[in-house]
């Protein structure tokens, strides 16, 4: 166990729909990013939050959205979801900057949009 | 700005060394190796930052030349456990970039 909790571990929905990923980051860390991880895309960076604030974003659409609470905790949420949305979306969390500490992953979550 | 990593893929047998390469276009402030088991989470393997430092975590090394802004991932005795997909990652701007992936195949 990481201490980065994610849930749930699956979620199957259809196409058009619109789903929340939730994260708790390990007791701790102030800094949560979430990654996309599909087969022919490798792990691609969506968005960063430090302590509440949005600090950095990667190649999220517009579809897409995310914030973290005042509990740290955060959550993705994935909506007009199309085919090409299914892949796994993994949480990490660090205690600060990413270039002194790396990350620690949650489990994923494994999204098929049918 | 995705750093690529060689070889793509390699099967050792138990015992036998690796090394896995890491090349970046971009000026490079720190390397941070994972590890990815089939179905599984990235594990943080080792961090290395600007200064060519060598590091190790059991038997395994790695290497950061900021110069040639490459690091290399050595393996050394390898342990059917090894087996997975390695990746590396690298800092561009405010962004993090992971590698290409490596598949490692430990076979007995």
């Known amino acids: 166990d990481s201490g980065v909790t994610q849930t749930p571990k699956h979620l199957i929905t259809a196409t058009g729909q619109r789903v929340t990923l939730r994260c708790s980051p390990r007791?701790?860390?102030?800094?949560v990013y979430w990654y996309q991880q599909s087969l022919d895309q490798g792990l691609q960076f969506l968005i960063h939050?430090?302590?509440?604030?949005?600090?950095a974003k990667g190649n999220i659409l517009e579809r897409f959205s995310a914030q973290q609470f005042p509990d740290l905790h955060s959550e993705l949420n994935l909506s007009s979801l199309e085919l090409g949305d299914s892949a796994l979306y993994f949480c990490?969390?660090?205690?600060?900057?990413?270039?002194?500490?790396?990350?620690?992953f949650g489990s994923g979550t494994r999204l098929t949009v049918v | 700005q995705q750093p690529v990593q060689s070889p793509q893929a390699v099967i050792l047998r138990e015992g036998e060394d690796a090394v896995i390469n890491c090349s970046s276009s971009?000026?490079?402030?720190?390397v941070h190796w994972y590890r990815q088991k089939h179905g599984e989470a990235p594990v943080f393997l080792m961090i290395?930052?600007?200064?060519?430092e060598q590091k190790g975590h059991e038997k395994i090394s790695a290497s950061f030349n900021e110069k040639k802004q490459q690091s290399s991932l050595y393996l050394t005795a390898s342990q059917l456990s090894y087996s997975g997909t390695y990746f590396c990652?690298?800092?561009?701007?405010?962004?993090?970039?992971f590698g290409t992936g490596t598949s490692l195949t430990v076979i007995p």
């Open positions: 971009k000026a490079l402030y720190s």
């Open positions: 007791s701790g860390d102030l800094s």
């Open positions: 939050y430090y302590n509440g604030e949005e600090r």
């Open positions: 290395l930052l600007k200064g060519g």
């Open positions: 990652g690298t800092e561009g701007g405010n962004q993090f970039y």
């Open positions: 990490a969390s660090s205690p600060g900057t990413v270039r002194t500490y790396g990350y620690t």
